[in-house]
């Protein structure tokens, strides 16, 4: 058998080769960047090179269609935002292999984080009270309270852009409009948690649940202590029966002071949850056609991005005990025995995401999924 994992510069597609090589599976990796992480490890026996869907979504599906073709491909998996490209082509590429996506009307529909919100109005684990934003009139509404509120585009990852209980002069910059919508939510004070799961046809087959302990600013986590509430769990089973998901998946969530959780937002794709399967790969591999006789459950162990730990969060740190106690019980999910250069390979990776930046006159964090990444736009018309 013999998969094509999508989003090769992602440490997740990492972690999915890893697991599909080790269930005795042929592994390729896909990208639009020409030195991802994942080209670089012992699992990944083929590399495809592929334009930029974001540019192109048309060639991006032919050139899908050509290597599913030439390679006898079986299965093909996303692991970034590329998947809403992916689902755009599902007419094309069904045919041809397995998909593991849901529909794009679905994925639109947890992807936007006001029709999400809207979708979980009424579940026993909802988002906090959450508006729609299209207009000025309508940001400006909220402007003299906007300390009790998070301020975020509707179509946005890793926090980015999101202001957290700004004062009303930071949102003098904020436009919100039809094409470019942004969500009010309420602000809640709390221990944030993130998720991960496997559905297929809304059937939980995989899920885990983490704090990311240190982060990058705001946004991505590059520590995954691992987590087991109840309520997320119930939460990701009301979600597989009400939409009948099929893919990788991942939340947001606040526990309150109270204890109380609420969900903040979706995202259609893996998370870093991916790695807390790293002691039962096969298992992870053979959830995504077989239920599995129990629900897959993560290691209790907590896992890192070790070199980003060490240029990121060490130098604030570096004399806290608790500190280097963490990253001692941690992990790496780069670099693993008999599997050395993804070490090397993450800086060949960020060399290319810094051209990238510099020639598009952007931030690392945006050039690092300018190519990949889908707002909102039809796909018809989507250049960059």
């Known amino acids: 058998m013999h998969v094509l994992i999508l989003g090769a510069r992602a440490p997740a ?70 998947v809403f490209y992916l689902a755009h082509g599902l007419e094309r590429l069904t045919p041809l292999c397995r998909v593991l996506t849901s529909d794009f009307a679905l994925l639109h529909r947890v992807h936007h984080k006001g029709h999400f919100a809207a979708m979980t109005h009424d579940w026993a684990l909802a988002t906090p009270e959450t508006h729609l934003l299209t207009d000025r009139q309508a940001l400006l509404a909220l402007a003299d309270e906007a300390e009790q509120w998070v301020f975020k585009p509707a179509y946005s990852r890793f926090a980015s852009q999101t202001l957290i209980r ?16 942004w969500v009010a939510q309420r602000f809640i004070e709390g221990r944030e948690l993130c998720s991960f799961s496997v559905l297929i046809d809304g059937e939980l087959r995989a899920h885990s649940c983490y704090h990311p302990r240190y982060r990058v600013g705001r946004g991505s986590g590059i520590y995954f202590q691992p987590s087991a509430p109840k309520s997320v769990l119930r939460f990701l089973e009301q979600f597989g029966r009400e939409t009948g998901y099929t893919g990788q998946v991942g939340f947001d969530f606040i526990e309150d002071l109270d204890g109380r959780f ?15 399967f790293d002691n039962q790969r096969q298992q992870l591999v053979s959830s995504l056609s077989d239920k599995p006789k129990t629900l897959l459950e993560p290691t209790p162990e907590p896992r890192m991005i070790a070199l980003a730990i060490l240029l990121l969060a060490a130098p604030q740190r570096a004399l806290s005990v608790s500190f280097w106690r963490d990253y001692a019980s941690a992990r790496d999910v780069i670099v693993q025995k008999g599997d050395f250069c993804p070490m090397a390979a993450q800086v060949l990776s960020l060399a290319e995401i810094i051209v990238r930046a510099a020639s598009r006159r952007c931030s690392l964090l945006a050039a690092s999924t300018a190519d990949i990444e889908w707002n909102g736009q039809p796909l018809s018309e989507c250049t960059q």
């Open 13 to 82: 597609c990492l972690e999915w080769a890893r697991a599909f090589d080790e269930a005795g599976w042929t592994v390729s990796v896909g990208d639009s960047l020409s030195q991802p992480l994942s080209r670089f490890s012992r699992s990944a026996q083929h590399f495809v090179r592929l334009p930029e869907p974001r540019n192109d979504p048309t060639a991006w599906v032919e050139a899908l269609a050509t290597a599913i073709e030439t390679q006898r491909i079986n299965l093909l998996l996303p692991t970034c935002e590329e």
């Open 166 to 181: 700004p004062y009303a002069q930071q949102l003098t910059k904020v436009q919100p409009s039809d094409i470019a919508p």
């Open 262 to 276: 609420h969900v903040l937002e979706c995202n259609p794709r893996a998370t870093s949850g991916v790695h807390l």
